[in-house]
Antibody
């Protein structure tokens, strides 16, 4: 069974750093892209970026380029999304999802990030 | 960058057919995918590559794509279909994945 399991909810202060994770199992982790999707409270889905764990090839949405870093450790089948300096506007639910081609077939359960002073 | 436009809301009576559109420049040349998201849950893929259904998705869900509009059609709508629906494409010119703004389906 394919599963993407994300790390737990986080509460951070503005200016702090954060790295959240997404662990894949039940499939060949290095053969599928892993994307990250933001959903702000009451809003729609926004594609942030995507990584191919096999060779760490990475793409970013222009809206998120330079704001976050996507990485992966194929030895432990885990992808990451990280911030160096959080803002209140980063408060959102973040989903990872696997992409065999152009669509996202399996999704993680989501990680809620709350940034508040 | 490529833009996908969806109506904010669609309403339908139980047992009727709901159609949710997704507009984009020459979207018919792209593969369109659709997701269902219920409150408090992660999105679920319901249609991929314009009209294919993942295993476990009812045949009531179907898709089409031509010209500048893709359509998700839900036949014999049930109360449990009430959710937000998002279209999505991969834009080859920018190598970016793009989501539409989402449509809230209300079952009357």
């Amino acid at each position: 069974e394919v599963q993407l399991v994300q790390s737990g909810a986080e509460v951070k202060k503005p200016g702090e750093s954060l790295k959240i994770s997404c662990k894949g199992s039940g499939y060949s982790f290095t053969s599928y892209w892993i994307g990250w999707v933001r959903q702000m409270p009451g809003k729609g889905l926004e594609w942030m970026g995507i990584i191919y764990p096999g060779d760490s090839d990475t793409r970013y949405s222009p809206s998120f380029q330079g704001q976050v870093t996507i990485s992966a450790d194929k030895s432990i089948s885990t992808a990451y999304l990280q911030w160096s300096s959080l803002k209140a506007s980063d408060t959102a639910m973040y989903y990872c999802a696997s992409s065999p081609t152009g669509h996202f077939d399996y999704w993680g359960q989501g990680t809620l990030v709350t940034v508040s002073s | 960058s490529y833009v996908l436009t969806q109506p904010p809301s669609v309403s339908v009576a139980p047992g009727k057919t709901a159609r949710i559109t997704c507009g984009g420049n020459n979207i018919g040349s792209k593969s369109v995918h659709w997701y269902q998201q219920k409150p408090g849950q992660a999105p679920v893929l319901v249609v991929y590559d314009d009209s294919d259904r993942p295993s476990g998705i009812p045949e009531r869900f179907s898709g089409s794509n031509s010209g500048n509009t893709a359509t998700l059609t839900i036949s014999r709508v049930e109360a449990g279909d009430e959710a937000d629906y998002y279209c999505q494409v991969w834009d080859s010119s920018s190598d970016h994945w793009v989501f539409g703004g989402g449509t809230k389906l209300t079952v009357l």
